[in-house]
């Protein structure tokens, strides 16, 4: 498929769990991405790491906690969600963040349903 | 304003119409341009390229009017799986070419 991995691929969690999302990519890519898209709204960037640093904060709740240890692998940890956070997240990676012309390959995604 | 704006859909139409979707985005500073497709629960995947000189690919052809911030998507002899959710994507400026700004898409179904 794509290259890119993610998993859980579904999550039911309460308001005061404690997860995580995990991706990793096996493509050599060295910029990797988080959105979100939420029903009947368009995606959403949420964090970019590249080369390790993260590069991008899209105003996005502390609720909300990335994590790039490597190149290969991205993380997305999650405390006291909110019903409204429930979507679906998108995990992509690119050779680079600065050239807009790469192609960005998505994961499948995580569905996550926060009751 | 939104900074990426779709026609709004469903676009329904029979196997082997032409159909052509349209986008307007805000930013003058984008530096490059897409189209994503979406099949329903699966993840957006590129489809093409737009090029200010117009580009085309099998029975898609994509164009790019800078001067008017426009992009348009013709798919000619639609197949049934064709069917999907287009996606309108531009980037952002010289230093930012990764962040991709999505429209809120275009869903299109063929049908027999």
């Known amino acids: 498929e794509t290259g890119v991995t993610q998993t859980p691929r579904h999550l039911v969690m309460g308001m005061t769990n404690k997860k995580s999302l995990k991706c990793e990519q096996h493509?050599?890519?060295?910029?990797m991405y988080w959105y979100k898209q939420s029903a009947k709204k368009p995606l959403e960037l949420m964090f970019v790491?590249?080369?390790?640093?993260?590069?991008e904060n899209n105003s996005v709740p502390s609720r909300f906690s990335p994590e790039c240890p490597n190149s290969s692998h991205l993380f997305l940890h999650l405390h006291t969600l909110q019903p409204e956070d429930s979507a679906l997240y998108l995990c992509?990676?690119?050779?680079?963040?600065?050239?807009?012309?790469?192609?960005?390959?998505f994961g499948p995604g995580t569905r996550l349903t926060v009751l | 304003r939104k900074e990426v704006e779709q026609d709004p859909g469903p676009f329904n139409v029979p196997e082997g119409a032409t159909v052509a979707f349209n986008c307007t985005y805000s930013?003058?500073?984008?530096?490059?341009f897409f189209w994503y497709r979406q099949d329903c629960r699966k993840e957006p995947k590129l489809l093409m390229s737009?090029?200010?000189s117009g580009n085309e690919d099998g029975r898609f052809t994509a164009q790019l009017n800078r001067a008017s911030q426009y992009i348009s998507l013709l798919i000619r002899d639609s197949k049934l799986s064709d069917s999907a959710t287009y996606l309108c994507?531009?980037?952002?400026?010289?230093?930012?070419?990764?962040?991709?700004?999505f429209g809120q898409g275009t869903e299109l179904s063929v049908k027999p």
């Open positions: 992509a990676s690119s050779q680079d963040f600065l050239q807009g012309s790469d192609t960005q390959y």
């Open positions: 493509l050599g890519h060295n910029a």
């Open positions: 790491y590249n080369f390790k640093e993260q590069t």
């Open positions: 930013n003058s500073a984008s530096q490059s």
């Open positions: 737009v090029y200010s």
């Open positions: 994507v531009v980037t952002g400026r010289y230093n930012q070419g990764g962040k991709l700004i």
